[in-house]
């Protein structure tokens, strides 16, 4: 079963702008991490938040985290055409060692 | 580095038909997982192995998946008899450490289309 939620299910946006991408889950969590996706290179971990974190950054990469409404997002800021991929979130929900993802997002940038 | 090495790539099977897929994880890495993707979906965990031992396969069909990771290295996962229902691509990952902290790597997958 899928724990976590992506919302929107497609975006479509132009290079340069950004791209925002939710995540809602349903049990507690220990961390949430981001996952990119596309057919030249795979599943790739992008960033982990833990639960006692509020927002984090990784180069054009930003995530918050509000565990209150059990909810996560990704900025993609001044978006490439290699950043066209799926974006997953998941979390360790009930077994803490294991990874739970949801259905994922389609981004798609148009040069 | 080397990353995680799957094969086959691709693999079309009738179904009632038996097929394995084989992966081989980042050397060192203790944690290896195979993954079910079904299209438009994010993976779903099958298995987890910490060395040669199965530790989490609540998530594994028994009465026709089977898996083994002899010496703790390399793994093959196997279905028999296949279904329809089974097209899917298969991802194997691997990460230095049980703990949902450390970072999966992931393979390129198999994809099993069965007719």
């Known amino acids: 079963s899928q724990q976590g939620e992506e919302d929107p299910q497609a975006l479509s946006i132009q290079e340069g702008e950004n791209a925002t991408m939710n995540c809602s889950y349903k049990?507690?969590?220990?961390?949430l991490q981001w996952y990119r996706q596309n057919s030249g290179r795979g599943l790739v971990h992008l960033i982990l938040?833990?639960?006692?974190?509020r927002e984090k950054h990784s180069g054009r990469l930003r995530v918050t985290l509000d565990t209150s409404k059990k909810s996560s997002s990704l900025l993609i800021t001044a978006s490439r055409a290699a950043d066209t991929a799926s974006y997953f979130c998941?979390?360790?929900?009930?077994?803490?060692?294991?990874?739970?993802f949801g259905k994922g997002t389609m981004l798609l940038v148009s040069p | 580095e080397a990353g995680v090495v799957q094969s086959p790539r691709y693999k079309i099977i009738e179904k009632k038909q038996p097929v394995a897929f084989w992966c081989n994880p980042i050397?060192?890495?203790?944690?290896l997982y195979w993954y079910l993707q079904n299209l438009g979906q994010g993976p779903e965990l099958l298995i987890r192995y910490e060395n040669e031992e199965a530790v989490d396969d609540s998530q594994l069909p028994k009465d026709r998946f089977s898996a083994e990771r002899l010496k703790g290295v390399d793994s093959t996962l196997k279905i028999q008899p296949a279904e329809l229902g089974d097209s899917a691509v298969y991802l194997c990952a691997s990460s230095a450490g049980g703990t949902s902290t450390d970072t999966q790597y992931f393979g390129p997958g198999t994809r099993l289309t069965v007719l």
């Open positions: 049990t507690s969590i220990n961390n």
């Open positions: 050397s060192g890495h203790n944690t």
């Open positions: 938040i833990r639960s006692n974190e």
């Open positions: 998941a979390t360790d929900g009930s077994g803490y060692s294991t990874l739970t």
